[in-house]
């Protein structure tokens, strides 16, 4: 599956988003070794705290269906909002620790585009290795 194959899927899951606050909706694809897509979408709870974005929502989905770090191969991130979907800082620390930092992450509002990784979204990394002697 291609990068344009992904964000096609991240924006299927999209459709999914509950949003009833903010009006911002965001799909996550994720593609795993085998192939699979995991879809996740922003789902908003009145308290704000107890919301989950997208991207989380499909890691979550991934690692409860037994995939792990080294069987996760890119993620797709979109949104429809005016600027290109960037996790936010709690999705950041997720990421770091449940997906490769070098793994391909794809960003699109379905104008503007661009692809990153973990690594360069979040440098100088809070990890398991700060917490594991």
Known sequence: MNKQELLEEAFKAMKNAYAPYSNYHVG???LTSDNKIFWGANIENAS?????????????????????KDTIEALAIVSDGPRIAAPCGICRQVLCE???????????????????NINELLPMQFSEEDVIQ
């Open 28 to 30: 996550a694809a994720i």
């Open 48 to 68: 704000f705290g107890a919301t989950n974005c997208a991207e989380r929502s499909a890691v979550f989905a991934a690692y409860s269906n037994g995939y792990r």
């Open 98 to 116: 449940l997906v490769k930092g070098d793994m391909p992450i794809y960003l699109s509002n379905g104008k503007e585009e661009c692809t990153t």
